[in-house]
């Protein structure tokens, strides 16, 4: 069969890889110049680090095992995270459990409780219990109301925002599995991180895909996907005027038609925000509608510094504090050593946040002049002309928003339109989005829309 594949972010490429395995055509169409979508890169110190902060949990097994399959494992580093807590002023470490009993923003019983609640959870593995109540509601009752305001309320927010109220306590229950999971015994937290970039995966991944003969169109913005009688027929897109759109017409794969080229294909699959996808697709029954409507998603905008000095000894900072406008700092070089970044500190400062938002829609500038006055706080020897280079980037589909009872709203892959399927994060549950299950959803939506049906 002859499948379209669009969008070339990790499910993307996950999906051609695994369709070319099984012996079909694969043409692939990627809008940005360059694959790799959210785990796209800019060039730092002689390096290239990712546009938003990217890092793996030992239970990522997935994305270790392409690593190896891709000869990068001499690359690939487990670190020793450092997380901590910026509250009443100070950087609290918070990475062990002796941290917490030293957690003072908490009376001691929270603490306690605290601690008790996060290793029950993380060691519970039937997710389904959690699946109709908030995760405000279950913190408030287990944890403590003092515990939900000084620790856990502040994270929802910052990466919920006003949604934050209705997150699913699935959501939060795997998060934390998760985020234990990659502990060492009692001890602290271990993540990987691919030393020179993520994007080294995805590319390889490119390579391997056009090496089994699928093509991959880089700047081929897909405005629309065909169907006849409730079946998919191809795609249509603006190729830019050059050789390729030329070439694909000389071989066949392509037709003009009023300025656009159509691609036929015998099954289409797009890997993109569902919001995209409602935009491209052919008319789709409004039950199917309703349920890609359903999950709104967050915005993110991180904003990239690089300092001459370092900001803090965290990785991982959390900022509960809110009158200050960033929700994290991840210092990416407490991580991987400045030496790999040419003797620099590279600092993230993350906000999630709703794409109508006036922070979201500031110009750079303004943003960076709204964020630095705080940096001082969390390190008051912080200096304007520590900072050697900054870049701001943001991404309108980052994190879809959990609500309760979300597994009985999650839209299949195979949409009501023959031939047609989707995959995106939001079919991702009930782990939260990330590299491993991109490629796990990758996979699993190439063999369903070929009918290898061991999707599930
Ligand atoms: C801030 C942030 C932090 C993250 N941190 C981590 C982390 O620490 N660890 C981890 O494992 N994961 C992390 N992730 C998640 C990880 O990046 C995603 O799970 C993964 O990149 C999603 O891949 P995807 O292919 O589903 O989507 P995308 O990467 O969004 O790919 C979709 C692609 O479709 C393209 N496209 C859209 N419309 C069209 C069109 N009309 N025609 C053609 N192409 C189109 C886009 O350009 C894009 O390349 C993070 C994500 C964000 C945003």
Redesign the pocket.
């Given at each position: 069969m002859r499948i379209a594949v669009?969008?070339?972010?990790?499910?993307?490429l996950a999906a051609a890889d695994e369709l070319l395995r099984l012996g079909h055509q694969v043409l692939l169409?990627?809008?940005?110049p360059v694959v790799?979508?959210?785990?796209r890169t800019v060039a730092i110190a002689d390096t290239r680090l990712e546009c938003?902060?990217?890092?793996?949990f030992t239970s990522?097994t997935l994305m270790a095992q392409l690593i190896q399959e891709l000869g990068l494992s001499q690359k690939l580093r487990w670190v020793a995270s450092r997380v901590g807590f910026f509250t009443d002023g100070r950087i609290w470490d918070f990475v062990t459990p002796l941290d917490l009993l030293r957690f003072r923003p908490l009376p001691l019983v929270d603490r306690l409780r605290l601690g008790l609640v996060s290793l029950y959870l993380q060691r519970q593995s039937d997710w389904r219990r959690y699946e109709d109540g908030t995760a405000q509601e279950w913190l408030k009752r287990w944890a403590g109301e003092n515990a939900y305001q000084v620790v856990w309320g502040p994270l929802l927010t910052g990466k919920f925002g006003s949604a934050a109220p209705e997150i699913g306590m699935t959501w939060f229950h795997w998060k934390m599995r998760l985020r234990f999971g990659s502990r060492r015994g009692m001890g602290r937290e271990h993540l990987g991180y691919l030393e020179g970039s993520f994007a080294q995966v995805w590319e390889a991944l490119a390579q391997r895909v056009a090496a089994a003969g699928g093509r991959i169109y880089t700047q081929?913005?897909?405005e629309g996907i065909q169907a006849e009688e409730g079946r998919v027929t191809g795609i249509s897109l603006r190729l830019p005027e050059g050789p390729l759109g030329r070439q694909a017409v000389e071989e066949g794969l392509a037709q003009p038609a009023a300025g656009d080229l159509l691609f036929p294909a015998d099954r289409v699959i797009a890997?993109?925000?569902s919001t995209?996808f409602l935009r491209?697709a052919p008319e789709l029954p409004e039950q199917y509608v309703r349920l890609l409507t359903g999950t709104r998603y967050q915005a993110?905008m991180?904003l990239i510094l690089v300092l001459r000095h370092p900001l803090s000894h965290i990785y991982w900072l959390n900022i509960s504090d809110r009158s200050i406008p960033f929700v994290a700092v991840i210092e990416q070089t407490n991580l991987m050593g400045p030496q790999h970044y040419g003797g620099k500190h590279v600092v993230y400062l993350?906000n999630y946040i709703a794409r109508d938002a006036s922070l979201y829609q500031m110009a750079d500038q303004e943003v960076l002049e709204a964020y630095l006055p705080h940096l001082a706080r969390i390190n008051p020897a912080f200096r304007r002309d520590w900072i050697e280079e900054w870049h701001l980037f943001r991404?309108d589909?980052?994190?879809p928003i959990i609500t309760t009872g979300y597994s009985r709203r999650i839209p299949s892959l195979e949409t009501p339109v023959k031939g047609l399927y989707l995959a995106?994060?939001t079919q991702v549950y009930p782990e939260d989005?990330?590299?491993?299950?991109?490629l796990r959803i990758g996979r699993q939506v190439a063999r369903l829309a070929v009918g290898h049906g061991d999707e599930a």
């Amino acid at each position: 069969m002859r499948i379209a594949v669009i969008g070339g972010g990790a499910a993307g490429l996950a999906a051609a890889d695994e369709l070319l395995r099984l012996g079909h055509q694969v043409l692939l169409f990627e809008r940005a110049p360059v694959v790799g979508g959210q785990l796209r890169t800019v060039a730092i110190a002689d390096t290239r680090l990712e546009c938003f902060y990217h890092h793996l949990f030992t239970s990522d097994t997935l994305m270790a095992q392409l690593i190896q399959e891709l000869g990068l494992s001499q690359k690939l580093r487990w670190v020793a995270s450092r997380v901590g807590f910026f509250t009443d002023g100070r950087i609290w470490d918070f990475v062990t459990p002796l941290d917490l009993l030293r957690f003072r923003p908490l009376p001691l019983v929270d603490r306690l409780r605290l601690g008790l609640v996060s290793l029950y959870l993380q060691r519970q593995s039937d997710w389904r219990r959690y699946e109709d109540g908030t995760a405000q509601e279950w913190l408030k009752r287990w944890a403590g109301e003092n515990a939900y305001q000084v620790v856990w309320g502040p994270l929802l927010t910052g990466k919920f925002g006003s949604a934050a109220p209705e997150i699913g306590m699935t959501w939060f229950h795997w998060k934390m599995r998760l985020r234990f999971g990659s502990r060492r015994g009692m001890g602290r937290e271990h993540l990987g991180y691919l030393e020179g970039s993520f994007a080294q995966v995805w590319e390889a991944l490119a390579q391997r895909v056009a090496a089994a003969g699928g093509r991959i169109y880089t700047q081929a913005q897909v405005e629309g996907i065909q169907a006849e009688e409730g079946r998919v027929t191809g795609i249509s897109l603006r190729l830019p005027e050059g050789p390729l759109g030329r070439q694909a017409v000389e071989e066949g794969l392509a037709q003009p038609a009023a300025g656009d080229l159509l691609f036929p294909a015998d099954r289409v699959i797009a890997t993109i925000p569902s919001t995209v996808f409602l935009r491209l697709a052919p008319e789709l029954p409004e039950q199917y509608v309703r349920l890609l409507t359903g999950t709104r998603y967050q915005a993110v905008m991180c904003l990239i510094l690089v300092l001459r000095h370092p900001l803090s000894h965290i990785y991982w900072l959390n900022i509960s504090d809110r009158s200050i406008p960033f929700v994290a700092v991840i210092e990416q070089t407490n991580l991987m050593g400045p030496q790999h970044y040419g003797g620099k500190h590279v600092v993230y400062l993350s906000n999630y946040i709703a794409r109508d938002a006036s922070l979201y829609q500031m110009a750079d500038q303004e943003v960076l002049e709204a964020y630095l006055p705080h940096l001082a706080r969390i390190n008051p020897a912080f200096r304007r002309d520590w900072i050697e280079e900054w870049h701001l980037f943001r991404e309108d589909a980052a994190q879809p928003i959990i609500t309760t009872g979300y597994s009985r709203r999650i839209p299949s892959l195979e949409t009501p339109v023959k031939g047609l399927y989707l995959a995106n994060n939001t079919q991702v549950y009930p782990e939260d989005r990330g590299q491993n299950y991109s490629l796990r959803i990758g996979r699993q939506v190439a063999r369903l829309a070929v009918g290898h049906g061991d999707e599930a």
